[in-house]
Each structure stands twice: as structure tokens, then as C-alpha cells.
């Protein structure tokens, strides 16, 4: 909530739900989370993870979040 990608998931939420299952795929072949986040930060970034803004952030973690609770539960509990 309060950024510029809150009405995102509800507006395509197949896109993100496809996001976290490439999170999640992501981890199943041994990535943890913090390269995870650092690989989707570089993608939201167009490049450059330093220059993500606090919406971009909050993005990355409230899909890694997700993805580890309800998509991928058994890996992010690894």
C-alpha cells in the first residue's frame, strides 16, 4: 500500500503471480533470497539495484514475501 504499484496485483495479477513463481523457481535452483531480490532489484532498476527507489523495494519484498509464503512455502523455509 502506498506506492506507485499497489493497484498492480489487482490490475494483472497473472503477471504477478508469474513473478513469484519465477522467484520461486529462482530459490529451487539454490539462490537464496537476498540474490533473489538483488536479481529482481537489477530488473526493476533497469540495471542498477542502487538506484531502485522505496517503491521498487517495497515491491521486491512484498513478492519475495509472498512467493516464500504462498507459493513456495517448503523452500523459503529451507
Known amino acids: 500500500m502506498g506506492t506507485r ?13 508469474a513473478t513469484g513463481l519465477l ?25 542498477d539495484p542502487a538506484l531502485a527507489d522505496d517503491d521498487q523495494l517495497a515491491l521486491a519484498g512484498a513478492l519475495i514475501g509472498s512467493a516464500g509464503e504462498a507459493l513456495c512455502p517448503q523452500i523459503a523455509t529451507e
Open 5 to 17: 504499484f499497489e493497484d498492480g496485483p489487482f490490475e494483472d495479477p497473472e503477471i504477478f503471480a
Open 23 to 47: 522467484l520461486c523457481e529462482r530459490m529451487e535452483t539454490g539462490a537464496i533470497g537476498g540474490e533473489v531480490v538483488f536479481e529482481y532489484l537489477t530488473e526493476l532498476s533497469d540495471g
